[in-house]
């Protein structure tokens, strides 16, 4: 009975258009789908069709790792902050830090105030120095020429190095801050996510590790920034600067950048 029901539906011939037509309806779609709107990205080779196929259908073109294979993650830092790493050098070790710091004087300044848009290091916190300079060493923040000077750095070196720079006179800005401060610097952007600025890096209060920013160069400022947004720098323990710069809009990061830097910048105590 069944069987007669099925030749009798398939001699229909809009029945069997109907059929025809979905299942070309079907392949155009897979077609689309899996292979041709996969082979317009700029990936599509990487991995093999397969994979392409597989990113299209959001699904794993492997289910498992390869026995003793683990997935590759990228570490941000392995540096732990504590309050040790705060403290005030004695002049031996701050003797100890100039006497290194000779090494640093090309980029950062005779007196760690740079005139080649390298950081400031002048009065910038210990623990933030130390944290950079161990990174650097690490290979958990890239740059050739501080990972290859870090890299011959004992801990001591580096402790003596944060002390000294940390005992020298930081700039500090005369600008009237309320009038000139960005609304990202003073308030943030709730709505995004984006915290003061002013609530890490000074202003309304510190964050330990976090840097001393006033009268730093602007071009630097804009590239770490602009850096942290890409994820080419990521070494801020739990991504909390990558977290905040890839909501800010270029003309935002800019705007901040300005603001650190802006000129009116004397030597004095914070």
Same mark, same amino acid.
């Not at 709107?37 to 299209?56: E, K, M, N, Y």
């Not at 699904?59 to 683990?70: I, N, Q």
């Not at 020429?145 to 720079?165: C, E, H, N, P, T």
């Given at each position: 009975?069944?069987?007669?029901?099925?030749?009798?539906?398939?001699?229909?011939?809009?029945?069997?258009?109907?059929?025809?037509?979905?299942?070309?309806?079907?392949?155009?779609?897979?077609?689309?789908?899996?292979?041709?709107?996969?082979?317009?990205?700029?990936?599509?080779?990487?991995?093999?069709?397969?994979?392409?196929?597989?990113?299209?259908?959001?699904?794993?073109?492997?289910?498992?790792?390869?026995?003793?294979?683990?997935?590759?993650?990228?570490?941000?830092?392995?540096?732990?902050?504590?309050?040790?790493?705060?403290?005030?050098?004695?002049?031996?070790?701050?003797?100890?830090?100039?006497?290194?710091?000779?090494?640093?004087?090309?980029?950062?300044?005779?007196?760690?105030?740079?005139?080649?848009?390298?950081?400031?290091?002048?009065?910038?916190?210990?623990?933030?120095?130390?944290?950079?300079?161990?990174?650097?060493?690490?290979?958990?923040?890239?740059? =050739?020429? *501080?990972?290859?000077?870090?890299?011959?750095? #004992?801990?001591?070196? @580096? &402790?003596?190095? /944060?002390?000294? $720079? %940390?005992?020298?006179?930081?700039?500090?800005?005369?600008?009237?801050?309320?009038?000139?401060?960005?609304?990202?610097?003073?308030?943030?952007?709730?709505?995004?996510?984006?915290?003061?600025?002013?609530?890490?890096?000074?202003?309304?209060?510190?964050?330990?590790?976090?840097?001393?920013?006033?009268?730093?160069?602007?071009?630097?400022?804009?590239?770490?920034?602009?850096?942290?947004?890409?994820?080419?720098?990521?070494?801020?323990?739990? =991504?909390? *600067?990558?977290?905040?710069?890839?909501?800010? #809009?270029?003309?935002? @990061? &800019?705007?901040? /950048?300005?603001? $650190? %830097?802006?000129?009116?910048?004397?030597?004095?105590?914070?």
């Amino acid at each position: 009975m069944m069987e007669r029901e099925a030749v009798y539906a398939w001699s229909n011939r809009w029945f069997r258009y109907s059929v025809l037509a979905l299942c070309a309806l079907s392949l155009f779609s897979l077609l689309v789908g899996f292979v041709w709107l996969p082979s317009v990205q700029g990936d599509f080779g990487a991995g093999g069709l397969w994979a392409s196929i597989c990113r299209a259908a959001g699904v794993p073109d492997t289910w498992a790792p390869k026995e003793g294979a683990l997935p590759a993650r990228r570490r941000s830092t392995d540096v732990v902050l504590n309050r040790d790493m705060a403290r005030a050098g004695t002049s031996e070790a701050i003797g100890r830090g100039a006497t290194l710091a000779l090494q640093c004087t090309m980029c950062h300044g005779a007196r760690g105030l740079s005139e080649a848009n390298a950081p400031n290091l002048a009065g910038q916190y210990p623990e933030v120095i130390i944290k950079q300079l161990i990174d650097f060493r690490n290979g958990d923040r890239i740059s =050739a020429v *501080m990972q290859a000077l870090a890299s011959r750095l #004992s801990d001591r070196d @580096i &402790d003596d190095l /944060a002390v000294y $720079y %940390a005992y020298l006179p930081a700039l500090r800005n005369t600008a009237a801050e309320d009038a000139h401060m960005p609304l990202l610097v003073k308030v943030g952007s709730p709505m995004r996510n984006i915290a003061p600025c002013a609530s890490c890096h000074g202003g309304s209060e510190r964050k330990l590790g976090a840097p001393w920013l006033e009268g730093m160069p602007s071009e630097y400022l804009t590239a770490q920034l602009k850096n942290f947004a890409s994820g080419s720098r990521h070494n801020d323990g739990l =991504a909390q *600067m990558r977290n905040m710069v890839r909501a800010m #809009s270029g003309d935002e @990061i &800019d705007e901040v /950048a300005r603001f $650190y %830097a802006r000129q009116e910048a004397v030597v004095g105590a914070r």
